[in-house]
Nanobody, 116 residues
Framework: QVQFVESGGGLVQPGGSLRLSCLVSRSSFDFYNLGWYRQAPGKQREWVGDITLGGSTTYTESLKGRFSISKDNAKKMVYLHLNSLKPEDTAVYFC??????????WGQGTQVTVSS
C-alpha cells in the first residue's frame, strides 16, 4: 500500500512561494505524527519539520519563519508551505512519519527547483 504521495513541486524564482501536498494513507494519517523531509542533490535527506496529530508543528531551526506545515484531516493531506525560497532550497521534498520514528517506505517525492 502506498503510504505517501507528494505533489506540488516545480520551478520557482528566488523569493517565490510554493505549497507542497502529501496525500497520506489513512492508517498513517490517523495514528501518527507526520513530517516533511528534503534531499538536495548530492546530500543526505534532512528533516524539515513535523506536525502532530493535534496540529502542533516544529521545524528545523534554519527554516523557521519561511516554511510552515499544515494539514487537512478530512482530506488526509499534509501541506508544506514554502516562502521566500532560495536556490539552496532546491531539493526533492518528501513526507513520512515524524522525526524519531523509523520511516515507512518513501514516496517518489516532489522536485522543487529555485532558480532565476
Amino acid at each position: 500500500q502506498v503510504q505517501f504521495v507528494e505533489s506540488g513541486g516545480g520551478l520557482v524564482q528566488p523569493g517565490g512561494s510554493l505549497r507542497l501536498s502529501c496525500l497520506v494513507s489513512r492508517s498513517s494519517f490517523d495514528f501518527y505524527n507526520l513530517g516533511w523531509y528534503r534531499q538536495a542533490p548530492g546530500k543526505q535527506r534532512e528533516w524539515v519539520g513535523d506536525i502532530t496529530l493535534g496540529g502542533s508543528t516544529t521545524y528545523t531551526e534554519s527554516l523557521k519563519g519561511r516554511f510552515s506545515i499544515s494539514k487537512d484531516n478530512a482530506k488526509k493531506m499534509v501541506y508544506l508551505h514554502l516562502n521566500s525560497l532560495k536556490p539552496e532550497d532546491t531539493a526533492v521534498y518528501f513526507c513520512n512519519l515524524a522525526r524519531g520514528r523509523f520511516p515507512l517506505p518513501w514516496g517518489q517525492g516532489t522536485q522543487v527547483t529555485v532558480s532565476s
